[in-house]
């Protein structure tokens, strides 16, 4: 199984940390979005997509490239996010919907939560300090196993 993670991780390095833990599982090459060759992607049986959420949803430049993406019918994808609170299912929503529009099935999201010190957060410290933790990071690689296992079919 061909693997690949495209992640860009901003402030605290929280989404890297979990896109390294996946990685390793999964036998992928991490990459930020600038170093895609969007004409290779139809050589991975397996894309990641993630980044934290920003103003409730992925980076721009994540959004930005899954927009110049060719129609990949038949790949399979993954995203995932780092977040500091709220409901996960809304942040995803709007990548979700534009890797659903060039035709890529997606079989699984993951989030957790990520030290956070955006705006009025850095002068009380931030919130989530630690996180993601080991536990974080053990939950990351049990999903990317069941990634894996699936695509695997085991």
Known sequence: MK???????VHHGNTERVARAMAEVLGAEVVKPHQVEVE???NYDLI???SGIHFQRHHRAILGLVKKLPVLEGKKAF???TRGVGPVVLYHKPLRKKLLK?????IGEFS???FNTVGPLKLFGGMNRGRPNE???EE??????RLKAEIEGG
């Open 3 to 9: 693997s690949l993670i495209i992640c860009i991780s």
């Open 40 to 42: 290779g992607l139809s």
């Open 48 to 50: 990641g997509f993630g």
């Open 79 to 81: 995203i995932f996010s």
């Open 102 to 106: 060039r035709k890529l099935e997606v």
């Open 112 to 114: 957790c939560k990520g």
């Open 135 to 137: 536990e974080d990071l």
């Open 140 to 145: 990351a690689k049990a999903f990317a196993e």
